[in-house]
């Protein structure tokens, strides 16, 4: 028996038929015996084996009557792993186009709440350039309440092996008899206090928002490297910000992530700046071709893990967020990824002051619950300015090889929930050495999502070649081998954001013709931020 945290609850609380709350992916995997095809039975016994470390899989949701408390997972005793497990097979020719629309159906459906919220689909029958002939797919999903980004690469890890090993041994059930699921009126009895305290609790709230705006206010005004985030409410309407539908259309790219780290390194940015910068073009380009690009930049929510190191590999929700204004108001593809570097620094200042993530636990169920519900039964998204435009979560995945049962995980990408005034999430997964960028949205929202796909690709050729240059790769290389006859080689590292304290030290520590190269090596020191 374990009770969800308001976080996690929540997540439940919002869900409707036009908003499963489930997030999962697409991962396609390398048949290692392409000739004999997919032996649907040794998969069963592989997960049957994998998942008795984690509760989670055999537990279903016991709530708690009129929201007195938040729900409980508990041991079913009907687990059927056979109840969460399809095996189906694309119609002929099996083409990605094929595979991207039986994943939208999949992920169009909510999971029973009867049952452990799990699922998992797998595909053969695919016939694509890039795929191993043979190759298979599998589409899992789970309850976001169960897992968040973080835990759900854990989770990957453990499902699946660094090596290609095969499971041999048969599948034992070692599973010890489930607990009985308590009665409505022991529930009742149980959490009465909780419904007593709620006035209490609520007085403590207030307290503790108060004392979050003004450690806030305090942390804006010492921002010095960066700009102040942009507040809730504050970002402009667009074609994403709208009622969402029930049909959910995904789609996704896979780029290299030497890449992208080029251009990181060269700018003296992060992963995240380079991946918003990309994002931020293809919303540009995209919503310009439209008409509906607005003069305000959109606004982005980044979720940020707050797992700490002895919560790692633990399941559940541990997430907190930062708002990040992607400068689509912005032309100049190096501009644009200052603006932005500028505006996740000062967002990470702030966020790690309030913490306000924390306000969550002074939250009484009741409230939550009917708060949340309400938001959704009666379409209040409408009636406000969006708090941002879009999620972009972006997750560090394995950077080895992964197999599953022998099987090589050769592609993947993932896909999140959307809910009402958020029509268009965009998920970002790195694996042994690409980054997949993955769209979800309804189908009357963005019936052209490849359109948009092909936009981040594009996105990502204008800002390598403004900051590296045509052919900078190859350039690169040939220098590199040349470099060995040289005596010295000037290679400076320049960042953004001042690291010294002074302009007295930096002169002192750094000779002049080091400062020369860097000014003409680094294109983001030739572009003038914002005053200040």
Not at 43 to 71: A, K, N, S
Not at 126 to 155: C, N, Q, R, T, Y
Not at 271 to 286: E, F, H, K, M, P
Not at 352 to 359: G, R
Request: proline share 7%.
């Amino acid at each position: 028996m374990k009770q969800l945290t308001t976080l996690d609850a929540t997540f439940l609380h919002v869900e409707s038929f036009r908003s499963p709350m489930h997030i999962g992916g697409v991962y396609i995997f390398e048949n290692a015996n392409p000739n004999e095809g997919l032996n649907y039975e040794s998969f069963r016994d592989y997960m049957r084996t994998r998942i008795e470390g984690y509760p989670i899989f055999q537990q279903r949701l016991v709530e708690v009557p009129l929201d007195l408390g938040h729900p409980y997972w508990f041991d079913d005793p009907s687990f059927d792993i056979e109840h969460h497990l399809l095996h189906v097979a694309l119609p002929k020719p099996g083409t990605v186009k094929q595979l991207l629309k039986l994943a939208a159906q999949i992920f169009s459906r909510p999971l029973d709440r009867q049952r452990p919220l799990w699922e998992v689909t797998i595909v053969e029958g695919l016939k694509m350039d890039g795929v191993p002939e043979g190759s298979f797919a599998m589409i899992p999903k789970i309850h976001h309440a169960a897992i968040d980004g973080k835990s759900g690469v854990a989770l990957m890890v453990a499902l699946f092996d660094t090596m290609p090993t095969i499971q041999t041994t048969p599948f034992v059930n070692k599973r010890k008899k489930p607990e009985r699921i308590p009665t409505k009126v022991e529930l009742l009895a149980r959490h009465t206090g909780d419904a007593l305290n709620t006035p209490f609790k609520l007085a403590k709230l207030a307290s503790k928002t108060i004392e979050n705006a003004l450690k806030s206010n305090k942390k804006k005004k010492e921002i010095k490297s960066g700009k102040v985030p942009p507040a809730p409410f504050t970002a402009p309407k667009t074609m994403f910000n709208v009622e969402v539908t029930p049909h959910r259309i995904v789609d996704a790219t896979i780029v290299s992530l030497e890449r992208v780290k080029n251009i990181k390194n060269t700018t003296g940015t992060t992963i995240n700046d380079v991946i918003l910068t990309i994002c931020s073009g293809a919303l540009r380009s995209y919503l310009s071709e439209k008409e509906a690009l607005p003069k305000k930049s959109l606004i982005a929510m980044a979720p940020i893990s707050v797992r700490t190191k002895r919560e790692d590999g633990s399941l559940g929700n541990k997430i907190s967020a930062m708002l990040i204004a992607l400068a689509t108001d912005e032309a100049d593809p190096i501009q644009r990824l200052k603006n932005i570097n500028e505006s996740s620094s000062g967002s990470k200042v702030i966020r790690k002051a309030v913490k306000a993530e924390k306000l969550m636990d002074y939250i009484p169920a009741q409230v939550a619950a009917n708060a949340a519900r309400l938001y959704t039964r009666m379409k209040i998204a409408k009636l406000h300015n969006p708090i941002y435009n879009l999620v972009i979560t972006n997750v560090p995945g394995p950077s080895t090889p992964l197999y599953m049962n022998g099987h090589k995980l050769v592609k993947n990408f993932a896909v999140a929930p959307l809910i009402d005034g958020m029509g268009l999430m965009i998920t970002v997964f790195s694996y042994d050495g690409t980054i997949s960028i993955g769209v979800t949205s309804c189908r009357e929202i963005m019936p052209d999502i490849d359109v948009f796909i092909k936009k981040i690709d594009i996105a990502l050729d204008e800002l390598e070649v403004a900051v590296l240059g045509k052919k900078a790769s190859v350039a690169k290389t040939k220098t590199a081998t040349k470099s060995k006859k040289r005596k010295t080689r000037t290679k400076p590292k320049v960042t953004v954001k001042a690291k010294v304290k002074s302009k007295t030290a930096a002169k002192a520590k750094t000779p002049p013709e080091k400062v020369q190269a860097a000014k003409k090596t680094n294109p983001m020191q030739e572009i003038k931020g914002p005053k200040k």
